[in-house]
C-alpha cells in the first residue's frame, strides 16, 4: 500500500476526478476517539491552522484586545516551525497554503505545498480524490484532513477521509511546546504503521 500512496502524491495534480467512486461519509467517522488512531497521512488546511493558532494565544476575555475574527493569523514560517515535532515519524503531514510559493520539505515527514493559482481546499480534495482513485476507501480512511472549513469538511468525508478541526491541532501543537503528552505513540496506541515517512513527492 505504500507504493500506491506514494503513486497518489505524485499524481494528485492529475488523472479524472474520483467523483463517480464517492464512498459514505460515515467511512471518515470510524474513529471517534483519538484522532490520529490509524492514520499515515494529515493533510493540514494551513490557514485555517494559522488563524486557529492566534485564536489559541489570545488572552482571556479580561482586557481589550483583537477579535478571532480580526486578529491577524501566524505567518506561514510560524505555523510550520510549530508543526516540525508534534506528530510521530510515521505520520506524513502535508500543509497547504493559499498563495504562491516554493514547495517544501521542513522536516522528515512535514511537507509544505503552497496552492499556487489553486485554493489550499482544492489541493486537498484532488489529494485525496487521487488516493481513492488507487487504494479505494481503505486507503482514504488512513487521511485525516484538519480544517474547519464546512464544505471541505464535507467533500473530504465524502471520499472517505476522516476530519478533526485546526482548534483540535492548534491544542495538540500547545501542548507538545509545553513538553505535555509526547508526539511519539504511547506504548501500544496504534498511531501510523511505522513506517518510515514516504518521500516528497516528484514535482
Do not use: K
Amino acid at each position: 500500500m505504500a507504493a500506491r500512496r506514494d503513486r497518489a502524491v505524485a499524481c494528485r495534480d492529475g488523472g479524472e476526478s474520483a467523483g463517480s467512486r464517492l464512498v459514505s461519509p460515515r467511512a471518515g467517522q470510524r474513529s471517534r476517539g483519538d484522532p490520529l488512531a490509524g492514520v499515515e497521512r494529515v493533510l493540514v488546511d494551513g490557514s485555517n491552522l494559522a488563524h486557529a493558532l492566534v485564536r489559541g494565544r489570545r488572552p482571556g476575555p479580561a482586557g481589550p484586545g483583537p477579535t478571532a475574527q480580526s486578529a491577524s493569523p501566524l505567518p506561514t514560517s510560524a505555523v510550520v516551525a510549530s508543526l516540525r515535532a508534534a506528530f510521530p515519524p510515521a505520520v506524513r503531514v502535508e500543509v497547504m497554503f493559499d498563495g504562491p510559493g516554493t514547495p517544501q520539505r521542513a522536516a522528515s515527514n512535514l511537507f509544505v505545498e503552497p496552492a499556487g493559482r489553486r485554493s489550499a481546499d482544492q489541493v486537498i480534495v484532488e489529494a485525496v480524490e487521487a488516493q481513492l482513485r488507487l487504494d479505494g476507501p481503505a486507503g482514504t480512511w488512513g487521511i485525516l484532513v484538519v480544517t474547519d472549513d464546512r464544505e471541505l469538511r464535507g467533500l473530504v468525508q465524502a471520499r472517505g477521509a476522516r476530519i478533526a478541526g485546526a482548534s483540535w491541532l492548534a491544542g495538540r501543537l500547545a501542548a507538545s511546546a509545553a513538553g505535555i503528552g509526547p508526539a511519539r505513540p504511547r506504548a501500544g496506541a496504534s498511531i501510523g504503521n511505522r513506517r518510515a515517512p514516504r518521500p516528497a513527492p516528484p514535482r
